[in-house]
């Protein structure tokens, strides 16, 4: 079955600081999803990248498709308190059915 | 918004006891899912349904059910809970038919099993 492997598992970075968050799946990726959880809530849906050497930006959040080394990466530009949460990364099930994830990247922003 | 809910929002109940969690939504989507998340495991699907009386298994359907006899209700149950079952409970939609098939969730369900 696939699996998607996210990292770093964790990381504490200062206001101001860019960050990059990585996604590999062990499988061919058809399609890759971002979602951000703010501790005790719901997913919210970032973007979803489709294409081998896509890239989307939302705010200052910005990810990219490498189809060839099956990975996203996302990268935060001048990260704020606002960013602190976790990141999951999500792709289709092989039968297109469903989302499997990533096990989240807790992102935390000091002041 | 997706206009989800889930009820409960939080619960505690004993080993052994039957459980009924409920997801609503308010736009007719045809797919939904449940999925539970825990501590380095992630989110893992439990069942999901493609529309009415139509439902599937997912990777951890051991010790629940569900049903959906109308479109816009998806009940998850775990006949009888266990301590294992200790867990966030969240409810997703698929939003079919545009270009990104993507999911919206709902703002979960904690259950504790004692």
């Known amino acids: 079955s696939q699996e998607l492997e996210q990292s770093p598992q964790s990381l504490i970075v200062q206001e101001g600081k860019n960050l990059t968050i990585n996604c590999t799946s062990s499988k061919t990726l058809y399609g890759l999803y971002w979602y951000k959880q703010k501790y005790g809530e719901g997913l919210i849906f970032l973007m979803m990248?489709?294409?081998?050497?896509e890239e989307k930006s939302h705010e200052k959040i910005t990810a990219k498709l490498d189809e060839k080394k099956q990975q996203s990466s996302l990268h935060i530009t001048a990260s704020q308190p606002s960013h602190a949460g976790i990141y999951l990364c999500?792709?289709?099930?092989?039968?297109?059915?469903?989302?499997?994830f990533g096990k989240g990247t807790t992102l935390s922003v000091s002041s | 918004d997706a206009g989800i809910t889930q009820s409960p929002r939080h619960k505690v109940t004993e080993t052994g006891t039957p459980v009924t969690l409920r997801c609503h939504q308010t736009?007719?989507?045809?797919?939904m899912y449940w999925y539970r998340q825990d501590p380095g495991h992630g989110l893992r699907l439990i069942h999901y349904s493609y529309g009415v009386k139509d439902t599937d298994k997912g990777e951890v359907s051991d010790g629940y059910s569900v049903s959906r006899s109308k479109t816009e209700d998806f009940l998850l149950t775990l006949e009888s809970a266990t301590s294992s079952q200790t867990s966030v409970y969240f409810c997703a939609i698929r939003v079919a038919g545009n270009l990104y098939n993507e999911q919206f969730f709902g703002p979960g369900t904690r259950l504790t099993v004692l």
């Open positions: 999500g792709a289709q099930n092989q039968a297109g059915t469903a989302l499997i």
């Open positions: 990248l489709q294409k081998g050497g």
């Open positions: 736009e007719n989507h045809r797919y």
